[in-house]
């Protein structure tokens, strides 16, 4: 099975104290609708991080600093794997514009449920949700 390597911005509101997270709505394809982090995939020669700022600029008109990698999500979609690293990072300067997207949000810990995830998505939910100030109110 072809392994496709990609990128996904965790955009939140202030990385040392994160309380709402970006998603979008992919405008496109298969999956169209549902919910995911930005990013996309790495170039051959690119370090994620810079895969991952290109990215953002494409998609959404925005620089970005990229943070820490919060986790590698590994998923076996029906037609390829996919390896997907998932930075947390914030904005630095310019307005976030959806040039691919259908639409976007900015959820909080109580919001993060409440729209349909990407399959690869869901399981780095539960990781972001323990990372949300705000989200301790919930349990």
């Given at each position: 099975m072809?392994?496709?390597?990609?990128?996904?911005?965790i955009i939140c509101?202030?990385m040392?104290?994160p309380?709402?997270i970006?998603?979008?709505?992919?405008?496109?394809?298969?999956?169209?609708?549902?919910?995911?982090?930005p990013g996309?995939?790495?170039e051959?020669g690119?370090?994620?991080?810079?895969?991952l700022r290109?990215e953002i600029?494409e998609?959404?008109?925005?620089?970005?600093?990229?943070g820490?990698?919060l986790?590698?999500?590994?998923?076996?979609?029906?037609?390829?794997?996919?390896?997907?690293?998932?930075?947390?990072a914030?904005?630095?300067?310019?307005?976030?514009v959806?040039?691919?997207?259908?639409?976007?949000?900015?959820?909080?810990?109580?919001e993060?449920?409440?729209?349909?995830w990407?399959?690869a998505d869901?399981?780095?939910?539960?990781?972001?949700e323990?990372n949300?100030?705000?989200s301790?109110?919930?349990?």
């Open positions: 072809k392994t496709i390597r990609v990128v996904a911005a509101d202030n040392e104290a309380s709402r970006f998603a979008t709505a992919k405008g496109y394809g298969e999956f169209k609708g549902q919910w995911e982090f996309g995939k790495i051959a690119e370090l994620p991080e810079q895969a290109r600029r998609e959404l008109d925005t620089d970005i600093e990229v820490d990698l986790t590698t999500i590994e998923y076996d979609y029906p037609a390829f794997h996919l390896s997907m690293d998932c930075f947390w914030q904005v630095k300067s310019g307005e976030l959806l040039k691919e997207a259908e639409a976007a949000r900015w959820l909080t810990a109580n993060l449920y409440d729209v349909q990407l399959p869901v399981s780095l939910i539960e990781m972001i323990k949300l100030h705000g301790e109110q919930l349990h």
